[in-house]
């Protein structure tokens, strides 16, 4: 399966990619929370395995590639990293907690999560969106955003 399909073809810098990626997980998982309510839950299960798995590779991309890239080109190995680093370790968890209460025909244990999440990912998105990717997008040569968001849209 294709991991992009309905993606762009082309990017022009590391924020408009992962700013789209932001919005797609957020439309996944607004209709997962749909299926919950209206008590799909077979859909909502698969709804929010497609989310969790989505969600893991844009938080990779992020831990593996975006962040390193990040500290080496700004000298700032601690800081803003570090503080999404353990908001992504918050979110893993709580994504975790809402596939069991999924699993477990649990809908108040998928809200409960669902709340949470809709308390922290506004702000730790709007960090990415206009502090992180703009910052680390102004410290590559054109050149090197192109490389980089081309590598994007093969993960």
Known sequence: MNRNAGTPSRFETITTYL??????????LEQVARDVWA????????G??????????????????????FEARSGISSGPT??????????RRTVETMAEGLEASDSRRFGEGLSFLNSVLPEHNA????ILYPTTDRLLSAAER???TARL???
């Open 48 to 69: 929010h395995r497609l989310f969790q798995t989505g969600l893991e590779r844009h938080m990779r991309i992020e831990e593996d590639l975006l962040f390193p890239l």
């Open 39 to 46: 008590g799909r839950l077979d859909e909502a299960r698969a």
């Open 146 to 148: 192109a490389a980089v």
């Open 19 to 28: 700013s789209w990626d932001h919005d797609r997980l957020d439309t996944q």
């Open 82 to 91: 570090t503080l999404m680093r353990g908001e992504h370790r918050q979110i």
């Open 127 to 130: 960090k990415e969106q206009h």
């Open 153 to 155: 849209l093969r993960q």
